[in-house]
């Protein structure tokens, strides 16, 4: 590994992170591990580990954070959150770390391929004849695809 | 014996130490009725209120409390006056003072060490030579208390510099000095605005308002590097001082070039203040603090009664700690007075005048300086502790301890030797002797839950695993038994200090007897045990009778 100069980084990046919404306690992240050790997605995807990406943010690593694909592995299942003793709100900061990777054009494609979809039929699965047909049988109305909402929503950003 | 008359409590008390521990103890002891010396190794007491920097209020405080004793008439004063010898026992020391113009000696009833550090510089010898750059925890302390406009290393930075702190990397680092390098690093981040980069050991927040200080040291964005063995290096390239290291966290390495670079100082007992603790043998722990390090003469204690130590003195503290400390010590004192009367121990601890020789073995090796001698040897009844060291290594068997004298081993030997021979053979046989405290206790418990698979072990407890005889260990080796385990306190945990060593000392000795003798040594051991490992005091008894099986 290469050695970085702590002052080619930046150090107000975990500010920055602080000021998102859910971020606020960033800050106050003593490294005690839980979230990692809680963490169901780390069992299976080693590289994504709650602790180390709270270390990057503290310590500035923002470019090399926000481009990393791990940060979107996060299965937002909360159990983070809900174990931190210091009351970071880790599930919020992926969230907030997502948002600052979109809005650097630093989301991987698969994520803009999402968006597309959703944009073009208000989910993430096509509705088609088989589960309507399904869901007549159980007595359920059947669904169209009906966009409208979702495209004023992601259209904005 | 001495007559008990000799013996006396002088209800006079010698404090010692310039700071607000040593006043408060000495305020505390006139309030109690005693007659108080107050000796301040190195400043008058106009200047004791300037010792407690960053407690606002305590500085007044200070200054009442040293008006208020000056113009008691049970107290005196002696300024830049160093206590030189203490001679004597508890009740009735004599100590030596020295001032500039005069030595001479004082007879003091009981004694309370509250020396001030002093700032001691550890880095000096694990950095290159300094830089500007560099600046200590202490001075940097002092900058900040002075006006933001003074001229100093601080108002020399720029605004958005790095700063780097390195904490307790080079010593112990304690939680004083964490304190003030917390209060230093959050200053300088809302001063300059500075990045600032926190090198540590353990983060020490055990004391009043810590961890608030870390939590909002955190939230002011300064960033903490952990480390637990390795710190970073130090890599010279001109007049600066690069930081190279690897995060703990990441793995990845990294490194600093700080515009400035903050190094806490340590402090330490004057020089004079460990050749006192020296001389008047009260040890000092292994960062050579008073008090050593042994939980049993927690929180004022010495090895020696009636000499207490309180504050700074045992170790770098918080401002807040010293008139806590001075007002226990002071009470320490007071129930010193108030405890055991003097009483003739002649029924519990004596010396036999027809086999002493006064070679002086015992004086030399009791460890609570409680031997003294004129015509003949005396023990004191204050000061001894009952461990049974001296009796332990008394050439003559001259010393005798109630509940443990030879005689009484030797029945009980007896007594242990006519069960063996009821008993069918079979089992190995074998003696443990062990300190009451830690292995009497282990061994009561392990009986109860029948954790004991060896049938023919018996238990003799000593006061101390310093009693033990080398006449004793070979007379149960006479009486039939097949091996002889002797179990001490763990090393730096033994209430008379250095009973377990004397202990394992005596036990080497005995086996070189043994195989002079075409006897196998390994039939006499020694173990460590403290009193809550009854699982493994099993397992050694397991194990000895094992290897006793294979002999």
Known sequence: MERIDLKKLDPDFKHRVAQELGGEHIRTCYACGVCSARCPIEKIEPEYNPRKIIRMILLGMEEALLKEEFLWHCSTCYTCQESCPQGVNFTEVIFALRNMAVRKGLAPAGMGAAQNLLCRQGRMYEVGDFENEKRQEMGLPKIKSDPKDYKHLLEKE | ?551
């Open chain 2, 1 to 551: 014996m001495i007559p008990l008359q000799e013996f006396q409590k002088r209800p006079r008390v010698l404090t010692v130490g310039g700071g607000l521990t040593a006043l408060e103890a000495a305020s505390q002891l006139i309030h109690f009725g005693y007659e108080v010396l107050l000796a301040c190794p190195e400043m008058d007491m106009e200047k004791v209120n300037s010792l407690l920097p960053g407690e606002r209020g305590l500085p007044d405080y200070a200054r009442n409390l040293a008006e208020r004793l000056g113009a008691h008439g049970k107290f005196s004063f002696f300024p830049e006056t160093r206590v030189n010898a203490v001679d004597g026992f508890a009740g009735d020391f004599q100590v030596r003072l020295t001032s500039i113009q005069k030595e001479w000696n004082e007879s003091v009833g009981a004694i309370i060490l509250a020396p001030e550090l002093v700032p001691e510089q550890k880095c000096s010898a694990c950095l290159p030579a300094s830089s500007r750059q560099i600046i200590s925890l202490d001075r940097l302390v002092e900058e900040l208390s002075s006006p933001p406009a003074a001229p100093g290393v601080v108002a020399s930075l720029k605004s958005h510099s790095y700063a780097a702190f390195l904490v307790g990397l080079t010593g112990s680092g304690g939680v004083a000095d964490m304190a003030q390098a917390l209060e230093a690093a959050i200053a300088i981040r809302n001063r300059l605005e500075a990045q600032v980069y926190f090198f540590s050991g353990n983060i020490k927040v055990a004391e009043e308002g810590l961890e608030r200080l870390y939590q909002e040291c955190r939230e002011a964005g300064v960033v903490f590097f952990k480390f637990d063995n390795e710190r970073p290096e130090f890599v010279r390239d001109g007049d600066r001082v690069t930081l190279q290291f690897r995060d703990p966290l990441l793995g990845q390495p990294f490194e600093l070039t700080p515009d400035l670079l903050v190094i806490d100082s340590g402090h330490t007992l004057t020089a004079e203040m460990q050749s006192l603790a020296h001389s008047a043998q009260l040890g000092l722990d292994r960062s050579g603090y008073l008090q050593p390090g042994n939980v049993h003469f927690w929180p004022y204690g010495l090895q020696r009664t009636g000499i207490f130590a309180a504050g700074a003195a045992k170790g770098p503290q918080m401002a807040s700690a010293a008139i806590e400390e001075g007002r226990g010590a002071a009470l320490a004192v007071h129930q010193f007075f108030q405890g055991p009367p003097l009483e003739p121990m002649d029924r519990e601890v004596w010396v036999d005048k027809g086999l002493c020789t006064v070679c002086l073995t015992c004086l030399r090796f009791c460890p609570h300086q409680a031997i003294g001698w004129t015509h003949r040897v005396f023990i004191h009844p204050l000061a001894c502790r009952r461990c049974g060291i001296c009796a332990g290594e008394c050439p003559m068997d001259a010393i005798q301890i109630a509940g443990y004298s030879d005689p009484e081993v030797e029945n009980r030997l007896a007594d242990i030797s006519a069960l063996w021979e009821k008993e069918a053979a079979g089992d190995p046989k074998f003696i443990v002797f062990g300190c009451r405290r830690s292995a009497g206790v282990a061994w009561e418990e392990a009986h109860s839950l029948k954790l004991i698979a060896e049938s023919q072990v018996e238990f003799i407890g000593l006061p101390c695993a310093g009693k033990v005889d080398l006449d004793f260990l070979l007379k149960a080796l006479s009486i039939g038994a097949d091996g002889v385990l002797v179990l001490a306190c763990p090393e730096e945990n033994c209430r008379s200090l250095h009973g377990n060593t004397y202990a394992r000392e005596r036990i080497a000795e005995a086996q070189d007897y043994l195989e002079e003798a075409g006897i196998d040594s390994q039939r006499v051991r020694f173990e460590t045990l403290s009193s809550n490992r009854v699982w493994v005091l099993k397992d050694v008894l397991t194990d000895f009778g094992k290897k006793i099986r294979e002999l």
